[in-house]
């Protein structure tokens, strides 16, 4: 491995890794390669399940061990630390697949022909995240942050999809004035909060921010307040009890609904939707300036395969790989789980992210900004006392503060 460092779990763990480990890679009854595929995307089990057994029939020899639980992230940095490494590994393109190239855990892929067929707005992000240019995994699956909607009750309120904050605004207000609920609120699960941060600081925070910032030259607290007050305008916009309702009671509320609007990622649509198969949504970008032709749709590497270093099957490991990148099958990804394909040439066709295209087509995307926050300042948690305090000064400097921490420790 290349070097000893320090990942970020629950506290600062210190680790060494060891060269040659395997996971569990181990052979199988009757002679057969096992190899394990490790992910985080929970909702994705049952398609990763017939996508697996398609390959297993293919391949006789070889049978895909597939793990995803809770926390998956977290998990994850605590086998590496144990030198425990799945053969092959699905993250986002976050401060995770930072931290985890640094160490010499993934496979480099940097001559990979595969990459040729991956658009290169992904692979630079990678490259933006990590802060270098080499590759250590192949983008698979892409998702955005919109906001979903409830087209019925737009209908009902002659409601048009808005394109600047303050349309935005006046939606919400003609929707409170009805009667109904604008936003459909789960600040109990803080991450939630996230989806909506994402969309505002991508769009109020200049492109150079994390660049300035760690270099010094700003403080946190000079580019996160225009989002930080229009947060608060949202909740205001909310329902009761926003603090004591999770993901999944939103999911089902929303499909039932109970709003007009829904302030989440693409990938709680097959969630609504299971609730309410009969629901008519559509998504469209968020509009969070006043600024129409600047706005650019939130969308990242939701879903990116590596294979361990140290995997003691690499060739299968790659090869299970290779097939979740044939077309087929990467539109049978996409086409479950309502994300859109990294791959060139594959699209979304589900009408219910069509008003999404358009950002894809012109290329005005911008990548969530979480994905490169150090896991210390916990922008999720210090968002979740914002909502409940509304305290937008008191926000910012708790971010500062977070933020200045994390940089006395590298």
Partial sequence: MKKTISLLTAGALSISLLAGCGGKNAN????????????????????????????EKENPNIDVEQTSPPEATTVLRTRVSKSDIPDVMGIGG????????????FTDVSKDKNLENIQQAYIQMLKDV???????????????????????????????????????????????????????????????????????????????FYTQLNKGKILAGERYKE????????????????????????????????????????WAIPEIKKANPNIDLGVFPFPATNNPDETKLVSG????????????HPE???????????????????????AFS?????TQDDPTVAELKESFEKGALADFPDHYIPNGVAPDK????????????????????????????Q
């Fill in 382 to 409: 210090t968002l979740q006392t914002l909502v409940m305090e509304k305290d937008v000064d008191a926000f910012l400097d708790k971010v500062q503060k977070d933020w200045e921490k994390v940089q006395n420790r």
């Fill in 342 to 346: 990294a791959l060139e040439g594959i």
């Fill in 130 to 208: 990590s802060n270098e240019e080499k590759v250590y995994g192949i983008p698979y699956a892409a998702n955005a942050v919109g906001v979903i909607y409830n087209k019925s009750i737009f209908k009902e309120l002659n409601l048009e999809i808005p394109e600047t904050w303050d349309d935005f605004m006046a939606v919400a207000k003609k929707v409170h004035d009805s009667g109904q609920i604008p936003f459909y609120h789960t600040y109990k699960d803080s991450w939630t909060i996230l989806s909506a941060f994402n969309a505002l600081a991508a769009n109020t925070q200049g492109e150079d």
């Fill in 301 to 312: 590497v939701d879903l990116m395969l590596a294979t361990s270093a140290s995997s003691k």
């Fill in 227 to 266: 989002a930080a007050e229009k947060i608060v305008d949202l909740a205001n916009y909310g329902h009761n009890n926003q603090q004591g309702v999770g993901y999944n009671d939103g999911n089902t509320a929303f499909a039932n609904g109970e709003a007009a609007m829904y302030l989440q990622g693409i």
């Fill in 94 to 105: 976050d401060i995770t697949y930072k931290d985890l190239s640094e160490t010499g855990v």
């Fill in 28 to 55: 199988g009854q009757d002679g057969k390669v096992e190899i394990e595929f490790f992910h985080y995307k929970r909702e994705g089990m049952e398609t990763f399940d017939k996508l697996i057994e398609k390959f």
């Fill in 316 to 338: 299968e490991a790659q090869k299970f790989i290779e097939f979740l990148l044939k077309e087929e099958n990467a539109k049978q990804y996409i086409g479950e789980q309502n």
